[in-house]
């Protein structure tokens, strides 16, 4: 299994952290207030609580930060993230989500990327579920999109360990469009399901 370290501690998480230690896989738990921190690690149990801005322990580091903080965020890491597989979980969509704020042609991953030490690679991934549905146990598909055969691999290891699918749709580039499947889940929720209780999933013959 992975070692991974979750920077946040929202709802996405707690989720991820809690699916990830039933995995098998160890947890850090890294937060701006390090004593809700250690509470969140503590009521995961078996997950430990990191230290904001010193290098994290795991192999896969989670972005499970808001979108608009994400770059500065890594980017106070800086070197401690060498070598690190950065998987991108934010959504980029407005207010109202009916939208995205960054411009066209890029994408948050590809923006966030731009900030990591050349050595890390960055693979979007999760901002296609919602948080209470990931925590239900249920099996799911997670897109992923990436420039780096080796990091979409580690990153599919370990969402195969949550009991989920991994689904590749290519490089960095797409993950544009995997953010705007926000807007897309949040419209669908809203009207046509009538719950936030769903989950987009793809149907493969055999």
């Not at 991974?4 to 230690?21: K, P």
């Not at 807007?183 to 013959?205: H, S």
Request: aromatic letters at 4%.
């Amino acid at each position: 299994m992975s070692g991974i370290s979750i920077i946040g501690l929202g709802n996405m998480a707690g989720a991820l952290a809690g699916r990830a230690l039933a995995g098998g896989n160890a947890v850090e738990i890294i937060g701006r207030d390090p004593a809700k921190a250690k509470e969140l690690a503590a009521a995961l149990g078996g997950a430990t609580a990191g230290t904001t801005g010193t290098a994290p322990a795991g192999d896969i580091v989670i972005l499970a930060v808001p979108y608009a903080s994400a770059a500065a965020v890594v980017s106070e890491y800086g070197d401690a993230l060498a070598g690190k597989v950065i998987i991108d979980i934010t959504n980029t969509f407005n207010t109202d989500a009916t939208g995205l704020v960054i411009p066209e042609g890029t994408s948050g991953a590809q923006e966030i990327a731009k900030a990591v030490p050349a050595s890390a690679h960055v693979v979007k991934a999760f901002n296609t579920v919602f948080g209470h549905v990931l925590a239900q146990g249920r099996p799911l598909d997670v897109f992923i999109a990436g420039d780096d055969a080796e990091a979409k691999a580690t990153a599919s290891a370990f969402i195969k360990s949550l009991g989920l699918r991994p689904l590749d749709v290519g490089g960095l580039e797409m993950a544009r469009w995997l953010e705007g499947v926000g807007p897309l889940l949040m419209g669908l929720a809203r009207n046509g399901a009538g719950t936030f209780d769903i989950a987009l999933g793809v149907d493969l013959p055999g």
